[in-house]
């Protein structure tokens, strides 16, 4: 890389009058830093997001998710779920049980609505008070209560008495209709989870279990002292680092946040503006992340749709040059790559996906797609690897849309 100038200081924001975002005014652009390479960025990106160089064992799954700062949630399991595979792809095969206990065991860890549903380290309790806030102001979500205070204070009472309790022991999650026609005591809970009285700590059987938020999160984090904007500032930081480079785009879409209160606090974030090569709108890095050797060893694995490397689609086009999309949600007849197809990571690139599945102790690649040859035998490894972990022995292809690529990968699985 090469140095280009000087920060600035003074940056100008593009808060409106009423909050709302705003593409009239945009900040004006910094001056970089340093000149990166779209190579560059890439491996900035891996090493950041812990998948390339030497993994960090003895931290284990607790060290990824502080590292990250959010391992997003979804209820969808195949291989297995999405936040027992973030830790896989960066550690290797893990022990699953090993993952759950480090998500939910103790006071490590809290449920809460960053990217979307995540597992976030409990050090960032005090982060999300803007939020919290901002839900308490509004009154409401999306489910109305009838009758609110009266549900909310029988909550209370119920984790007061009873301590930590899932919706079904609190009363029932359901009024027995579809999933979303919650009980009162489910919208109850689930408003104070929302507004910090109630926290999530852990789940069983895949149930949050909910629990007093001043009993279960540590006193000396147990606070909404921090302002709005100092959240949001630790936030941005907190995104960069996880990121290594990152757009003021990408900044805001790490937790979610409005473009307009990425650019309230970048100045004072510590990450410093970079020009990548290749990239349209500027960049802020983590001066750590540029300071380091951004070489090492590349893992090769199959990786979640919801992987954090991979959950912003721009980001990774941009990066990656990699088009993915999540097709769980589309009609089986309109699937290109198929249900849960997962992107291959190997080598620092992307080099294909799979739509696995299992049948008995055999994984099945329902679907797979491969960027050439030499893909071919980092599928397979991974594969194998994947198969291995969720105490499968045989590996079985059923569809590739190369029939070459197709014979060298059952070659390579044989």
């Known amino acids: 890389m ?11 924001t593009a808060a409106t009058p009423n909050g709302r975002t705003s593409t009239a005014r945009t900040p004006a652009t910094p001056r970089p830093e ?59 095969a893990v022990g699953r049980e090993a993952v759950e206990e480090a998500y939910w065991s103790g006071d490590h860890a809290f449920e809460y609505w960053s990217h979307a549903a995540c597992i976030l380290p409990v050090e960032e309790w005090p982060l999300f008070a803007f939020r919290r ?70 789940r069983r059987g895949w149930k949050r279990v909910y629990d007093l938020a001043r009993r279960a999160v540590p006193d000396a984090l147990f606070h909404d002292d921090l302002d709005d904007a100092e959240c949001t500032r630790r936030l941005v930081a907190q995104a960069g680092a996880a990121m290594g480079v990152a757009t003021r785009a990408d900044l805001a879409d790490y937790h979610r946040l409005r473009g307009e209160q990425v650019d309230a606090v970048i100045e004072g974030t510590g990450l410093v503006p970079v020009a990548v090569a290749g990239w349209s709108k500027p960049a802020w890095a983590d001066p750590a992340a ?37 097709e769980a949600y ?66 079985r292809v059923e569809r590739c849309d190369d029939a070459r690529l197709a014979a060298a990968l059952v070659s390579a699985l044989g």
């Open 133 to 202: 806030r901002a839900l308490r102001a509004r009154g409401h979500r999306w489910h109305v209560m009838q009758n609110s205070e009266r549900s909310c204070a029988a909550v209370r009472a119920r984790l007061e008495a009873d301590g930590p309790l899932t919706a079904a022991e609190l009363g029932g999650a359901r009024n027995g209709g579809e999933w979303w026609d919650w009980s009162e005591t489910k919208i109850a809970v689930e408003w104070l989870l929302d507004t910090g009285e109630v926290v999530c700590t852990r």
């Open 290 to 326: 540029l300071a380091e050797d951004a070489r090492g060893r590349h893992r090769t694995t199959l990786l979640s749709p919801f992987d954090s490397l991979i959950w912003d689609r721009p980001r990774t086009e941009r990066i990656f040059g990699f088009t993915h999309r999540l």
């Open 34 to 92: 340093a000149e990166l390479s779209a190579d560059e960025a890439r491996r900035l990106a891996l090493r950041a997001q812990g998948l390339l160089g030497a993994p960090d064992r003895r931290a284990a799954t607790r060290g990824v998710l502080r590292r990250l700062g959010a391992v997003q949630l979804d209820t969808i399991s195949v291989l297995a779920r999405s936040h027992e595979l973030v830790p896989y792809a960066r550690l290797g």
């Open 2 to 12: 090469s140095v280009a100038g000087s920060r600035v200081t003074g940056m100008t």
């Open 330 to 395: 589309v009609p089986k007849a309109k699937r290109v790559h198929g249900y849960f197809a997962m992107p291959l990571l190997t080598g620092g690139r992307l080099a294909g996906r799979v739509d696995p599945a299992r049948e008995g102790r055999t994984l099945v690649a329902r679907q797979v797609s491969l960027e050439g040859p030499r893909a071919v035998e980092p599928m397979a490894r991974a594969l194998r690897e994947a198969a291995e972990w969720v105490g499968c022995d045989a590996v």
